[in-house]
């Protein structure tokens, strides 16, 4: 069997399909939290599964380092201070410290960054659809906040998360916790 169908026939006019198979369905799950919740850890275990796990940060990194239109926008939005001497490579360290510290520019930042993001992961999701994937992670940590995405999600959100004692024990020496425990 096929992991798409074999006689598909599509009328341009009225655009509607006729598929003669069985119809191919791809589960797509959202995959969000917090930081140091875990998200990676569950990423990488996926993607050792043969999961496809599109990551969104990563795909705004490369946006951000790569993508002429973004840094147009950048630099537009936030002047050359955030690009390096040259000004041809965004210091996203520099730009982390303006939106970080007021709502109003992160919200700039997303506008021009996000509808971008939203294309790419649009182009993934169908790349691994007709690649015959079954099953897709969209590892997104804004995905509630973004909402965009939610429109694609299945039924299926998982919030990664781990319990606040695991993560004071894995941030902190264990001579250190003795003492704060005693």
Request: aromatic share 8%.
């Amino acid at each position: 069997m096929q992991p798409w169908p074999t006689n598909l026939n599509v009328r341009r006019r009225d655009v509607s399909v006729t598929v003669e198979a069985e119809t191919v369905k791809m589960l797509i799950v959202g995959l969000t939290g917090g930081i140091a919740t875990g998200k990676s850890t569950v990423s990488a275990i996926l993607k050792e599964k043969n999961v496809a796990v599109i990551d969104a940060d990563t795909i705004s990194r490369n946006l951000v380092d790569h993508d002429r239109q973004v840094q147009r926008g950048i630099l537009k939005a936030f002047g050359p201070s955030v690009f390096n001497d040259d000004g041809t490579h965004v210091e996203r360290d520099k730009l982390g410290e303006i939106v970080f510290a007021d709502p109003e520019k992160r919200k700039v930042l997303n506008r021009i960054v996000h509808p971008i993001v939203f294309r790419r992961i649009v182009v993934q999701i169908l790349r691994n659809f007709l690649s015959g994937q079954a099953i897709v992670i969209l590892d997104i940590p804004l995905l509630f906040e973004s909402r965009t995405m939610l429109w694609f999600v299945s039924d299926v959100i998982v919030v990664s998360w781990y319990v606040r004692h695991y993560l004071i024990t894995k941030y902190f020496p264990a001579d250190f916790l003795h003492f704060i425990t005693t």
